[in-house]
């Protein structure tokens, strides 16, 4: 897939603003959680945005919610086809069912059962796609090309796409307000990236006062690298890594454009410190989180001296996890 | 411990409005969510209260909080002493902290490790009683009596208390608000049911147009039996159950007066079905509850045939359980 041109001028507050109103009745709030855990282990404030509880289980709703609000009228009759390894996938699959636009999605032969039940559950068709190469994200991503090709249908990319990522701003909106209304206010956003959607939209949303962070896992860090080298960059993507949302192996060029302009920071976790994450989520604060939607929190407990005395949000971006894969997590 | 006298006037909805609004800053708002499975299963809508992400796990802190806030200023310096099965405990260790009152209690040896350390954490004494006889609870309550009279502190009834009551019918009044924001409105309100005080206090909260059901599990049915033969009656309480929060074998005085006058019809579940409610709020809602949070699910799963077409919330009432037996009722 071709990579989206750039634009010079970012998306400002007011189009962030108008976009979290147009998708604001389908969405649901999530709630904030406070860790008193991860307070005192910063002796500072920690608040969990626990978007595991989004419709969908997942923040990608939202984006995806709002690109097909904005098709026109042909393209919402001919659908949208993209691959996912799987939350866009629900996402884009009960956005599609609620304004009634076909949707068509290759998902990678290995992603986690309950992530092919959802997006089928929601009335999405469905191919899966057992090619790794040159990348499971990759393969999947030709696949969905040509599928688009044949069924005339528009091909959606699940992250390198400025609607998407002024979609998921809308966590960073939502999380303002609910910061307004405790009277309270944030020095940091910890976002959990992919290929950069989440963080990105975020970054737009919050001024300088408030450093925002892509935080990634070991292995699949394309973002850190990107950032650390000022430009696209890859990650070798050669482990063993149950952050299945999380598997890009580059960023968007949209997405690492406008974090290069908005000054996010990186931080890459381990794999066990992200399966200690997702322990702590259940323990303290009831939280079923997925792997991948873990890695902020690890970042909190991976490298605390960064967050000393401040008050920091972590977003809990997902929570599908298969039943025999999570309970053996919380064996561990 | 003495019973409660009956009052002869029940608390009104100023009285619950008025609660409401003291103890509403320090209490999260818990969200509602959608099950889709519920909802097509009744072919109507099904909404969850999800009190597992309440502060300490559960409901039980908004009556604590209530009841510690009315306490008169003698009492506060001396403290309170209760029993609690365990989240009663950590909800009322949690209240003492923030309001800075001395917290003892007694709780059962067999309580789930995770209550015992919650309520430990929020800085409660607690003496672990490990006599069965007559009860678990009745055992725990002797001894908590003993305790507060070696202390001076004020005893209090984990839900047999008409303060307790009014606080636990926040759960009602913000659902209230909730729906009227959806602007939606429900045709029954399924509360799982230990001693009634949750049952009790949201039956206050809601006019005749709304059913309130009291759930209980097989074998802790003491409220379905007493609603049956119309005065207090005691479940035979000889099952092996994991219900840990539902083993009360009768309702409060106070309670079961306050459901009889307001018109509550019960239901009784099979742990059977409980553990496929705990399953389904994981799979469907990533919502981690415990077996007792999981029993109005389970009502709805067991009897989908009494609500059908209908617009049903189910309070999710708790979400303390141990890692490994989570781990276990996911694997089942």
């Known amino acids: 897939m071709s990579a989206v041109p750039v634009i010079s001028t970012l998306p400002n507050y007011q189009v962030l603003s108008s976009a979290f109103d147009q998708i604001r009745k389908f969405v649901r709030t999530t709630p904030l959680i406070r860790s008193d855990f991860l307070s005192n282990l910063i002796q500072g404030e920690v608040l969990v945005k626990a978007e ?11 984006g995806a919610l709002y690109r097909l609000l904005n098709l026109d009228k042909v393209q919402k009759e001919q659908g949208v086809t993209a691959y996912s390894s799987g939350n866009f996938a629900a996402g884009l699959a009960a956005a599609g069912q609620i304004l009634n636009i076909p949707v068509r999605l290759v998902m990678p032969h290995d992603a986690p059962e309950s992530k092919i039940k959802n997006a089928r559950y929601y009335g999405a068709h469905i191919t899966l796609c ?48 609910q ?12 976002c959990p990236v992919g290929g950069g959607s989440l963080v990105a939209g975020s970054s737009l949303a919050f001024d300088k006062d408030v450093q925002v962070w892509a935080i990634e896992v070991d292995g699949y860090q394309g973002m850190n690298l990107s950032l650390k080298n000022g430009k696209r960059s890859r990650a070798p993507g050669n482990t063993l890594c149950d952050c299945d949302a999380l598997m890009a192996l580059e960023p968007g060029v949209a997405n690492l454009d406008i974090i290069l302009q908005t000054g996010v920071k990186g931080i890459t976790v381990s794999s066990q410190k992200v399966h200690e994450a997702v322990r702590l989520a259940f323990s303290e604060m009831n939280l079923v989180l997925e792997p991948s ?25 997902g929570g ?9 997590l919380l064996q561990q």
């Open 320 to 328: 599908n996890v298969d039943r025999e894969k999570y309970a053996s």
């Open 130 to 177: 057992d090619s790794n190469t040159p990348s499971r994200e990759e393969a999947a991503s030709n696949m969905a090309q040509e599928l688009a090709k044949t069924h005339g249908a528009t091909l959606l990319h699940p992250f390198d796409d400025y609607q998407i990522i002024v979609g998921q701003a809308s966590v960073a909106l939502e999380l303002q307000e």
């Open 293 to 317: 939607g873990a890695v902020a929190i690890a970042a909190l407990m991976e490298k605390p001296e960064l967050f000393k005395n401040e008050t920091v949000v972590a977003v809990g971006s």
């Open 52 to 62: 595991s509880l989004q419709i969908t289980g997942a923040f990608k709703f939202r």
């Open 179 to 190: 910061l307004h209304d405790m009277q309270n206010n944030c020095h940091h956003l910890l």
